[in-house]
T-cell receptor
């Protein structure tokens, strides 16, 4: 089992709709979780970090964490074509202080 | 804040030559810097973790004699790809985590360096 798993997609969402991206992880003691956005040919850009169970909202983005289910998600409201990118879920491995990335979900917002 | 730069952004070299890539944290002191490699349509793979003033910790399967890492200050780390070969062609990305303020586990990424070995 991979440490961090994401559906590679592609995920297509109409403009204005909600895009839902999901991620599961295997390390039960992990406490820090991150979502990065990566445009083609560019490096990852931090969107959200989340550390506690529940929801965390920042503008059109909401991260959701459920440690019992080892599940973290990202919701993008009012999706825009500029949101089209690959979204990477990352989990900090406790003790090792390094991030492990999922394979990324490619999201396409259709005008 | 939390800006990380890399230089060069793109490099093309001949097989057998060495290439040095610089990573700088511009507006914060980086406790730790990380070097990643990303092949097309794949996710980021951590190569090594670098702490200022100490030897880098390499991930399994990464040759430390081929990928030399120097972290001389809290704002600069370098990766040297020695005797580069075409299979080393990839997108190399550094990241840095901040010591001052915020959480030290958040990594901020540089823009990446695209290496092409002919």
């Amino acid at each position: 089992q991979k440490e961090v798993e994401q559906n590679s997609g592609p995920l297509s969402v109409p403009e204005g709709a909600i895009a839902s991206l999901n991620c599961t992880y295997s390390d039960r003691v992990s406490q820090s979780f991150f979502w990065y956005r990566q445009y083609s040919g560019k490096s990852p850009e931090l969107i959200m970090s989340i550390y506690s169970n529940g929801d965390k909202e920042d503008g059109r983005f909401t991260a959701q964490l459920n440690k019992a289910s080892q599940y973290v998600s990202l919701l993008i409201r009012d999706s825009q074509p500029s949101d089209s990118a690959t979204y990477l879920c990352a989990v900090l491995i406790q003790g090792a202080q390094k991030l492990v990335f999922g394979q990324g979900t490619r999201l396409t917002i259709n005008p | 804040g939390a800006v990380v730069s890399q230089h060069p952004s793109r490099v093309i070299c001949k097989s057998g030559t060495s290439v040095k890539i610089e990573c700088r944290s511009l507006d914060f002191q980086a406790t730790t810097m990380f070097w990643y490699r990303q092949f097309p349509k794949q996710s980021l793979m951590l190569m090594a973790t670098s702490n200022e003033g100490s030897k880098a910790t390499y991930e399994q399967g990464v040759e430390k004699d081929k990928f030399l890492i120097n972290h001389a200050s809290l704002t600069l780390s370098t990766l040297t790809v020695t005797s580069a070969h075409p299979e080393d062609s990839s997108f190399y990305i550094c990241s840095a985590s901040s010591r001052s303020g915020g959480r030290t586990d958040t990594q901020y990424f540089g823009p990446g360096t695209r290496l092409t070995v002919l």
